[in-house]
């Protein structure tokens, strides 16, 4: 257990309104904190009283922590919040560009961030007290403005500040990506099945003499495919991937999305899986978990070779009958296009809908020029654009719509 210096209590702490603010900066960084928590937590405090800032501490774990991922991020906002000196020089260094190569980095761990985040998003516990005198009315023209989220959809991700990033990930956390399901060769029992059961008509019937008394009926049975990602981390791709890996893990852990299993995997020189990691609840902790067994991001791009090590590796593992694939990548290889085409080819073959999330997309002018998106291009079922929300949002649209023939048309005359 971190030991901690005694608390002081000014003469007039107003405990309760810094109570309601810590509870809203919990609640900014991801925790489910409402009005009932700090009803709680001023109740808490009152019986059980502290004289050191561990107990004050432990009161309020035992209040607002529910889950064991939410542990990480209620350290990190109890100490930015009342003012720990060891981690308050770390918070503007954690939300501040860096410039490589004049200091030494501050490597923010789990939680780090989402906390700075909160806190330094108007939530701090010092709430300057305005004179009681009214306020002058202002008024705003807003007849041709654009709502903040509907900008923030249509942005471009590497166009976003920290602000924007953050709200865009919490925005992404809240997407859904469901699948129909697939009927399956397979039948099971059914009161009003459209086949007749003889086998199990007849094993009733010997029960009874011989005697049919009743006709048993069967359906075809439903089963659920599978989700494969394959996010390129390269260089070119680093601001893209990463929004993209946030929304694999709330898809990933949503419950009633439809999907059998979800895989990830990334690729830059080397392919790495990261399907175990997604499924940590704490999206940082599983990002940050997920990088470190990925040592190929932001290097260079071999989309033919790590293609080839995942058909040869883990096609016949994750691409079930019926699997659909997301490819993430903007197509610029190192590799011959020959080697990219056959890999492509083998792996359009495996699944049954095989999407690819371009950013480059996002140019009105954007023409096939490059050898290795030339050599992807007539394998793929749905080419669609990757650099902002809107673009996955449209996601659900193209996995639920059975493969269009007019698509690879479109693709084709592109070349």
Not at 84 to 112: C, Q, S, T
Not at 170 to 199: E, H
Not at 241 to 256: D, E, T
Request: with cysteine; aromatic share 8%; glycine share 6%.
């Amino acid at each position: 257990m971190p030991e901690f210096p005694p608390l002081e209590l000014p003469e007039n702490p107003k405990l309760t309104t810094n109570l309601t603010h810590f509870a809203r900066a919990l609640r900014a960084a991801g925790l489910p904190v409402g009005p009932g928590k700090v009803i709680e937590a001023t109740r808490a405090i009152a019986l059980v009283g502290f004289s050191k800032k561990s107990d004050f501490y432990w009161v309020l774990h035992s209040v607002f922590v529910s889950r064991p991922e939410h542990r990480a991020v209620f350290q990190k906002v109890f100490r930015l919040f009342w003012r720990d000196p060891r981690y308050l020089e770390h918070m503007m260094a954690m939300m501040l560009p860096a410039i490589r190569g004049v200091a030494e980095e501050h490597v923010a761990k789990p939680g780090e961030k989402r906390a700075a985040g909160a806190l330094l998003d108007g939530v701090m516990c010092d709430v300057p007290e305005f004179p009681e005198q009214e306020m002058p009315e202002i008024q705003v023209d807003a007849s041709c403005t654009q709502s903040g989220q509907e900008r923030l959809r249509s942005l471009d991700f590497e166009q976003m500040n920290m602000a924007e990033i953050i709200e865009a990930k919490r925005m992404l956390s809240q997407l859904t990506l469901p699948i129909k399901p697939l009927v399956s060769r397979r039948y099971q029992a059914a009161k009003y099945g459209n086949r007749a059961d003889w086998a199990r008509t007849l094993r009733r019937a010997m029960r009874t003499g011989g005697d049919v008394s009743h006709f048993a009926r069967k359906r075809h049975r439903m089963r659920w495919p599978n989700l494969v990602v394959l996010c390129d981390i390269s260089g070119s791709m680093s601001a893209y991937s990463r929004m993209v890996l946030h929304f694999l893990h709330a898809v990933s852990n949503q419950k009633g999305a439809g999907w059998a299993q979800v895989h990830g995997f990334t690729f830059g020189t080397e392919l790495t899986n990261i399907t175990r990691h997604l499924a940590h609840r704490d999206v940082d902790a599983a990002l940050a978990a997920a990088g470190q067994e990925a040592h190929d991001w932001e290097g260079g791009t071999r989309i033919g070779a790590c293609l080839k090590t995942f058909n040869r590796d883990w096609a016949r593992r994750v691409l079930g009958q019926g699997s659909v694939v997301i490819l993430i990548t903007d197509g610029l290889d190192r590799d011959a296009p020959e080697i990219l085409a056959r890999e492509m080819q083998r792996l359009s073959l495996s699944a049954r809908h095989l999407i690819w999330l371009n950013p480059l997309l996002r140019w009105t002018e954007f023409a096939p020029k490059a050898a290795g998106i030339r050599a992807m291009l007539p394998h793929v079922d749905s080419f669609r654009a990757g650099h902002n929300i809107t673009a996955l949002e449209g996601l659900a649209k193209a996995i639920s719509m059975p493969s269009d023939p007019g698509e690879k048309t479109r693709l084709m005359a592109m070349l």
